[in-house]
């Protein structure tokens, strides 16, 4: 029987992958350390979990509105405003099962067939996939290590078309840690306002900066926020992968149409988890700097270890929990007559001979490069280092 093309397009998410042959390899007895999806390794607060925990007690069990209850949109508007200067109204608000969900709904409302999205790359593997299944077709920018993974300004004007609808962007990224200055968000705003262009602005890092502070691309004045489309979700700042809420806050003609599609695809995100995500964003932001405090010690000694090895390097990333290491330097070298010939197989020789999993650069369109996460324990991370010497001491 015939199947859709369209969903025959779609590659499988290859974090999630690595992530899965990580967990299913833990489960079989495996010493293998995992450095693949981007996941805090601390638990969940526990006002949030005693927050959903009396959800259920208390009957927040049934359907609520399909764009997230009042009481949440109420709470990602204070959190917009105080920490963004972002003034949106709760209409403006969907909130979607995680910030993944709300990225595909919104390609899906900005975009008709065959308009392009701009990507800056190395880019999150699933930008690409989500314009794709809503009928567009994904640009990438390429930047370059030399400038720090970031695009300037005359790229980015000399990659728009006709057809280009929509811009992404994503700072602190995944998956470089590089994060865009104020002056160069405005230069891409007015831009985006010149060339009628949405911006579709990933924020889901923004708690995650070391270097630098993050601002929104749609606290610059009406006309920008206009055409921007905010996402955001709690699985980063609070440790919330697994409870899926993410949210967008845009114009409300587009709200509206992402809100009918999902009234009709998932209806609304669980509704305990929406109650746990008040108290999450109603409970201040000790526990992301806490978190912060902790990833820059980490940060800084992968950085270092990395750059102490020959073969490799890496830059020392702004913000996010990513560090993007350059392999260019182990090509043509072998271990078992297997030759490194590309991330993808120096990162299968890795999992295989050393029992480590890292992300290969291919899926971010990053070729000679692999990501390391550093959202795990220092233990691992001393542990994957160390096991990064050893492997590359035995290639010949
Ligand atoms: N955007 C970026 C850049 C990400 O790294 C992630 C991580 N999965 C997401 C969005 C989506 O996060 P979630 O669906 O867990 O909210
Ligand atoms: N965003 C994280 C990552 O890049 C989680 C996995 C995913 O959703 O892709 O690893």
Redo the contacts with the bound molecule.
């Keep these: 029987m015939q199947t859709s093309e369209k969903y025959a397009r779609i590659s499988a998410s290859p ?1 999630l992958l690595i992530d899965s042959k990580y967990k299913a390899m833990r489960a079989s007895g495996v010493d293998v350390v995992g450095f693949g ?3 805090p390794d601390l638990d969940t607060p526990i006002h949030i979990k005693k927050a959903a925990i009396a959800a259920i007690e208390n009957g927040c069990t049934k359907y609520t509105p399909a764009s997230g209850t009042p009481e949440l949109k109420k709470a990602i508007c204070q959190k917009l405003l105080t920490e963004n200067g972002l003034f949106y109204a709760p209409s403006q608000i969907v909130v979607s ?7 595909t709904n919104v390609f899906g409302a900005i975009l008709n067939p065959g308009d392009e999205v701009i990507i800056p790359t190395p880019a ?1 593997v ?1 930008y690409p996939e989500m314009v794709k299944l809503a009928d567009g077709v994904p640009v990438p920018l390429v930047t370059t290590e030399e400038n720090f993974f970031k695009f300037k300004i005359e790229d980015l004007a000399a990659a728009i078309t006709d057809k280009t609808r929509a811009v992404v962007i ?1 700072s602190p ?2 998956p470089t840690g590089m994060v865009y200055e104020e002056e160069e968000l405005r230069a891409i705003a007015e831009l985006a306002i010149e060339k009628d262009l949405y911006v579709v602005s ?1 924020e ?2 923004e708690h995650l900066i070391y270097e630098g502070k993050h601002i929104s691309i749609a606290s610059f004045g009406e006309e920008i926020k206009n055409r921007t489309i905010v ?1 955001n ?4 700042t609070f440790s919330m ?1 697994g409870w ?3 949210y967008t806050a845009s114009a409300d003609h587009i709200a509206k149409l992402m809100s009918n599609v999902q009234s009709h695809s998932t209806s609304n995100p669980n509704s305990i988890a929406q109650a746990a995500a008040v108290a999450a964003l109603q409970g201040g932001l000790d526990f992301v700097h806490d978190m912060k405090a902790e990833y820059i010690k980490r940060r800084d000694y992968m950085v270092e270890q990395i750059n102490s090895i020959d073969g490799v390097s890496c830059l020392k990333p702004a913000g ?1 929990f990513y560090v993007m290491m350059n392999m260019k330097g182990l090509y043509g070298k072998s271990i078992d007559g297997k030759v490194i010939d590309s991330a993808n197989t120096f990162a299968a020789l890795f999992l295989e001979k050393a029992m480590v999993a890292v992300v290969p650069g291919e899926g971010f369109k990053a070729d000679g490069y692999v990501r390391w996460s550093y959202a795990t324990s220092m233990e691992n991370i001393k542990k994957g280092m160390e096991r990064l010497k050893v492997f590359i001491r035995q290639l010949q």
């Design positions: 974090t999806a981007g996941e099962n995680g910030a993944k969900h709300s990225l999150w699933s994503n990224s995944n990933d889901i890092y996402v979700g709690l699985s980063k992968t899926r809420i993410g996010a």
